[in-house]
C-alpha cells in the first residue's frame, strides 16, 4: 500500500512516493518505491505501489530485459517480459495489488508508462497516481495543482504536497517523500538536491506546506461568513498575508544562506 505518481511535465518526467513498506498485520518499516538506473539504456526508472518482494522480483527482470534490448525493440520486450510476469503470477494477491510507473528515454524525450495486469500503457495525461492514496492525490491533482506547462520543478514541489496529503489521509503511507526529477535534456537529480534546481529539503517544504493549511482555516471558515463584518474580515485578511509574507521571507532568506553556502563550498 502507498501513494506513487508520476507527471508529465513541460522538460520532462517527475516521479513520487511515500517510504512506508508494510507487511499487512505485522510491521512497517522505510524503504523506497523511487528507482532510478542512470547507466542502463534508456535510463529506466521506477515507480511502485503494491507489494515490495513482488516489486523486486519484476524490477529485477524488467532491467534484465532493458539491458538486454535491442534499440527500438525495447517497448515490445518490455510488453513480452510484463505479459509472462502477469500470465505466471496472475492468481497470487500480490501481483493484483502491484502497480508501477516507468519512465524511459526515449529519441531525446522522457516518456512515461504504466504497468498493470500484464499490460504496459502510454500515459498520455498529465499525472497518473497509484496505489491506496490515489484518490486523495488525484482529487488534489484536479483541484488545485496540476494545470499545463509545469516545469518538472513547479511539478516536483507539488509532488511533496501531493504525497503530504495521502500520508495525512491515507492508511498505510508515511514515512519520508521521495521525489525524482527526470528533464528531457538528460539530467536528474533526487529533489530538492539538484544543481540546477536547489531548494529547501522535502521535509521542510512540507512542513511549510501543512502551516501554510493551518495558517488559512480562519480566513477560510469566515470567507462565507456574511454576518461578519467587512473591516474585521478585511483585517483577517491582511494579518493572513503578513503571516504568509513573514513566513515566506525568513524561508527564503533561510535558502539563499544555504545557496551561497553550497556555493562557497564548489569554489
Known amino acids: 500500500m502507498t501513494i506513487a505518481a508520476g507527471f508529465r511535465c513541460s522538460d520532462g518526467v517527475v516521479l513520487c512516493a511515500d517510504t512506508e513498506m508494510s507487511m499487512l498485520g505485522w510491521i512497517k518499516y522505510p524503504g523506497s ?23 523486486e522480483m519484476v524490477l529485477g527482470k524488467l532491467t534484465d530485459c532493458i539491458n538486454r534490448s535491442n534499440g527500438a525493440k525495447v517497448l515490445k520486450a518490455i510488453e513480452s517480459e510484463t505479459w509472462a510476469i502477469h500470465q505466471k503470477f496472475k492468481e497470487e494477491d500480490y501481483e493484483k495489488q502491484t502497480d508501477l ?19 504496459l500503457s502510454p500515459v498520455h495525461s498529465r499525472s497518473v497516481c497509484l496505489g491506496i492514496g490515489q484518490g486523495i492525490a488525484q482529487g488534489l491533482i484536479t483541484e488545485l495543482f496540476l494545470e499545463a506547462g509545469l516545469s518538472i520543478y513547479q511539478t516536483a514541489i507539488v509532488a511533496v504536497y501531493i504525497v503530504a496529503e495521502a500520508k495525512a489521509y491515507a492508511a498505510n503511507c ?22 540546477k534546481h ?22 477560510l471558515r469566515q470567507f462565507c461568513d456574511y454576518r461578519l463584518g467587512e473591516g474585521s474580515f478585511g483585517a483577517l485578511a491582511e494579518g493572513t498575508k503578513n503571516s504568509l509574507i ?22
Open 33 to 55: 518505491k523511487v528507482r532510478f538506473y542512470k547507466d542502463l539504456p534508456f535510463q529506466p526508472a521506477f515507480a511502485f505501489a503494491g507489494d515490495g518482494e513482488f516489486f
Open 101 to 119: 510507473l516507468l519512465s524511459l528515454r526515449l529519441n531525446d524525450r522522457r516518456n512515461l508508462f504504466r504497468l498493470s495486469r500484464g499490460f
Open 174 to 195: 508515511g514515512k519520508d517523500s521521495h521525489i525524482l526529477i527526470l528533464g528531457d535534456d538528460g539530467h536528474w537529480c533526487a529533489f530538492p538536491e539538484c544543481p
Open 198 to 219: 536547489p531548494s529547501l529539503s522535502t521535509r521542510e517544504i512540507e512542513e511549510e506546506y501543512l502551516h501554510f493549511k493551518w495558517l488559512i482555516r480562519p480566513f
Open 246 to 267: 513573514e513566513r515566506r521571507k525568513n524561508k527564503r532568506e533561510l535558502f539563499l544562506r544555504r545557496l551561497a553556502e553550497a556555493e562557497g563550498q564548489k569554489d
